[in-house]
Each structure stands twice: as C-alpha cells, then as structure tokens.
C-alpha cells in the first residue's frame, strides 16, 4: 500500500477557491491512479475527481468548477477548487488505485487511503 496524506482544507465563502494536496509515499507513485473522494456529515462517501495519466474523470456535480493534476516528480497529486459551493462542504479524502479503468469511481475500488482533510463553504 501507498501512505497518503492530505493538506489544504479550511473555511472559505460561497464562490472561493481552494487548492488540495495529497502527498503520497511507500510505493511507486506513477503505478496508482488517484482519485478525491468526499464525506459530508451523515452522508456516503462520494466520488470527486480521478486521474491515472493525464486524463481526468470528474463527478458530474464538480465538473467544470474542479480540476484534478498530478505531479509523479513530486508524488502529488492536486484538487483545485473554484467556485466553490455551501453543498460542497465536506472532508475530502485523496486514496490511490492500482486499478487502470478510466472511470472507476466506487471507494472499494482504492487500496489506500489518507485521513481527510475538512473543506468548509459558508454561504
């Protein structure tokens, strides 16, 4: 398994921007594709973003607001986030998956895990 862990949360207003990192060590970084999941209180866990190559999958509810990138030099990988929304208030997780479908989206699907980091969105 990889061990990943999670930076750039915090409280920002309705139409802000976030940037999250998710660092990972242990293992080959560029054998994982990276996906962004996210866990709002007394809701599921849900499928953000994922990147293996260069292509990315986004959740129909964050496309064109998110952006998903990697940096295999520097075994990172990115979330940025625009125009951000109250709904999108959670703690969002980076895991890695050693699974090569493009659209792989289920949280069983990833092997690794970090420990979250909490996004707020005030209106």
């Known amino acids: 398994q990889v061990q990943l862990v999670e930076s750039g949360g915090g409280l920002v207003q309705a139409g802000g921007s976030l940037r999250l990192s998710c660092v990972a060590s242990?293992?080959?970084?560029?054998?994982?594709?990276m996906g962004w999941f996210r866990q709002a209180p007394g809701k599921e866990r849900e499928f953000v973003a994922r990147?293996?190559?260069?292509?990315?999958y986004y959740a129909d509810s964050v496309k064109g607001r998110f952006t998903i990138s990697r940096d295999n030099t520097k075994n990172t990988v990115y979330l940025q986030m625009n125009s951000l929304k109250p709904d999108d208030t959670a703690v969002y997780f980076c895991?890695?998956?050693?699974?090569?479908?493009?659209?792989?989206?289920?949280?069983?699907?990833?092997?690794?895990w970090g420990q979250g980091t909490q996004v707020t969105v005030s209106s």
């Open positions: 990147i293996r190559t260069s292509i990315p």
């Open positions: 895991a890695a998956d050693r699974g090569y479908g493009w659209t792989r989206s289920k949280a069983a699907q990833y092997d690794s």
């Open positions: 242990g293992r080959t970084f560029s054998d994982y594709a």
